[in-house]
């Protein structure tokens, strides 16, 4: 089996589809579809490119099989900048090991980067796959699997790891201890040593020990050496603790600002929703007010006839009010005249002496209002008698209510008792009280033609 062929024979039906679509090559009758064209179609299109449009006719733009696996390595290290270049047992690891390249990547790769292992390594690639092998299976010398994880992942020594971070830790240390204190660390490094490094350390707390032990590393180069690893790790592994909790106070401080800007965030929208809803309120209302506009464009024209109309009104309105002016007139005499009845009425009930004797004040209601001291009831009446002191209403006319004794008996007696008493008495025996009071007031103004003082 010569190169070529071999190249398409690794390739899947996804890889061959892959590479019909990426470089547009031709398909009879599966143009748009190449993945339902039949695998053997499909392998003899893509032999037909490399071998260069062998059997039909030459095409500038031909890949022939050089020019394609060139095209195949440029576009793999664009993609992966991780691919070993120089060392060709890494490169070995990589290819056995890596899911992510298609085999005819890896070859492409291989043939491009290394072409003489390449050349040398043919053969037993081709044994691999015709075996349903992986095909860089036995390139590899056997090694301890520990051995083969740290060639693929980059181990940082101890003086890498140191270098790292040396900057930021002199600042971290230029701003958590004073000037003074920092010269008096560099004076004691300075003449420090191994043996006596430790006393300097003693009863010192642990940011201090920290700083003293990495300005003690830093001098001389001390992190250099092996002897001093595990001090670097320390350093190192410290650094990184001071670092987290730094990194979680920041979060923290990040995790109340986000909050506080989702608060804001929150107001601005409700603002926002407030400010839609205002408008389209505001909206509503132009809209309203225009159809007011509309209705009174329409009803202005009504209301030119109509102030016509009402022009010819005012005349008649006039000689009315002009009449209705002369009532009033009128009518005020007589409202004159009433207040001076009521006057004199006042005054002969304000100077007269009387009282109203009822049992049930509501049915004298005004009386009650305007001369509450006149009404008195029965029970007060027989009271005084009983006492002896009703001598003292001699000088009154009292108003007797027929009606508030349910007893004729009780009202014969009282009465009786009065006239015995010598106290001036007259019956009231109606129930309206308009009555009641015509009656009072016609006793009060005239006896047989004569006032009664």
């Known amino acids: 089996m010569n190169e070529i062929d071999w190249f398409v024979s690794i390739m899947t039906k996804e890889d061959m589809v892959f590479i019909i679509k990426a470089m547009k090559i031709p398909i009879d009758g599966f143009q748009k579809n190449p993945e339902k064209a039949p695998l ?76 003489i292992q390449y050349k040398e390594q043919f053969p037993k690639l081709v044994e691999n796959s015709k075996n349903k092998r992986p095909l860089f299976f036995g ?12 060639s693929l ?61 990495f300005l003690f590393l830093g001098e001389n180069v001390r992190y250099k050496k092996q002897q001093y690893e595990k001090l670097v790790y320390y350093v190192y592994q410290n650094w990184r603790s001071l670092t987290i ?20 965030l929150e107001n601005e929208k409700k603002k926002l929703r407030r400010v839609n809803s205002e408008k389209e309120q505001i909206e509503n209302e132009l809209k309203k007010r225009k ?30 009010c002009n009449q209705l002016k002369q009532q009033n007139e009128c009518l005020q005499q007589k409202v004159d005249r009433y207040k001076e009845i009521i006057t004199v009425v006042q005054f002969l009930f304000n100077d007269c002496k009387w009282k109203v004797v009822t049992n049930n004040s509501r049915d004298f209601s005004l009386l009650s209002s305007l001369f509450k001291e006149c009404i008195m009831a029965p029970q007060t009446l027989q009271t005084m008698i009983d006492k002896g002191t009703i001598g003292e209403l001699r000088q009154y006319t009292l108003f007797v209510s027929r009606l508030s004794f349910t007893s004729s008996k009780l009202y014969v007696d009282l009465m009786e008792s009065l006239r015995k008493h010598q106290v001036k008495t007259e019956e009231l025996l109606s129930s309206s009280e308009i009555d009641n009071l015509k009656s009072i007031i016609g006793k009060l103004l005239s006896k047989e033609g004569e006032m009664i003082w």
């Not at 140191?162 to 010269?183: G, M, P, Q, R």
């Not at 909790?245 to 804001?264: A, H, N, R, Y």
């Not at 109309?309 to 309105?317: A, D």
Request: aromatic share 10%.
């Open 40 to 115: 053997s179609k499909l392998e003899a299109s893509i032999r037909d490119i490399l071998y260069g449009g062998s059997r039909r006719k030459r095409r500038k733009d031909s890949f022939v099989y050089p020019n394609f696996v060139n095209f195949v390595k440029d576009v793999v290290l664009k993609r992966r900048e991780d691919i070993e270049k120089e060392d060709i047992e890494k490169f070995y690891m990589q290819m056995e090991l890596d899911e992510g390249l298609r085999s005819f990547e890896k070859i492409a790769l291989f043939q491009t980067l290394y072409p």
């Open 139 to 150: 390139f590899l010398k056997e090694l301890d699997p520990v051995v083969k994880i740290e």
């Open 153 to 213: 992942v980059k181990i940082a020594t101890p003086s890498e790891l140191f270098e790292s971070e040396k900057e930021n830790i002199h600042s971290w240390i230029a701003t958590e201890f004073k000037k003074e204190e920092l010269d008096y660390f560099k004076q004691i490094v300075s003449t420090a040593t191994d043996e006596n490094f430790s006393y300097s350390l003693f009863s010192r707390n642990d940011k201090e020990k920290f700083a003293l032990t």
């Open 245 to 264: 909790d730094k990194i979680c106070e920041i979060t923290e401080m990040q995790k109340g600002e986000v909050e506080s800007l989702c608060k804001e």
């Open 291 to 320: 159809e007011e506009i509309t209705q009174v464009k329409k009803a202005n024209e009504h209301f030119k006839i109509t102030i016509e109309h009402l022009n010819k009104s005012i005349g008649v309105i006039t000689n009315e």
